[in-house]
């Protein structure tokens, strides 16, 4: 079953932008397009001093034991969760059944900005999705089905 709708180059390309105006908007250092199952779909930002693979995997995990949080005390849903540090912070919210986005950010800069550009990006990032998935509606990808081992199914040379 796919989770993901295919995603072009062109489709990279808008959240790579989406990110980098988000990032300029909240002075974040890092965020992050991911599956719900913890895949990274794209990022923008510093990626040298974090393990973007395992924050995802960690931030779609902690997003999800929120989820059963929510329903424990007879919540719909939490659409987000926000961990605070001494020199980073993290805010991860919930962009639509598939994807989460992720944001690491200096803990002096404050949620409020980062809470308050997120809900203009999420909104960008579901057009996409949105726009992707109306494209090739039979078309999509479950990350968790890769096969890491031969990813050449999966990763295909652009044609000209």
Known sequence: MATLPQLIEEDIQRLD????????????????????????IAHHGDDRQFDLTTIGALASGAFMANQTIAGLVNEKKF????????????????????CLLAVIFQSQSGVGVVKFYAGFAVKQ???????????SPDAGLDLSELNATNPQDFFRKKTA
């Not at 909240?26 to 895949?39: E, P, Q």
């Not at 990032?125 to 494209?135: G, M, S, T, V």
């Open 79 to 98: 659409d987000s969760i926000y961990q605070q540090g001494e020199t980073f912070s993290m805010f991860v919210i919930n962009v639509d059944e598939h």
């Open 17 to 40: 932008e989406t990110l980098r105006d988000f990032n300029a908007q909240t002075d974040a250092t890092t965020s992050l397009v991911i599956d719900k199952g913890g895949f990274l």
């Open 125 to 135: 990032i579901a057009r996409q999705l949105a726009l992707a998935q109306e494209r």
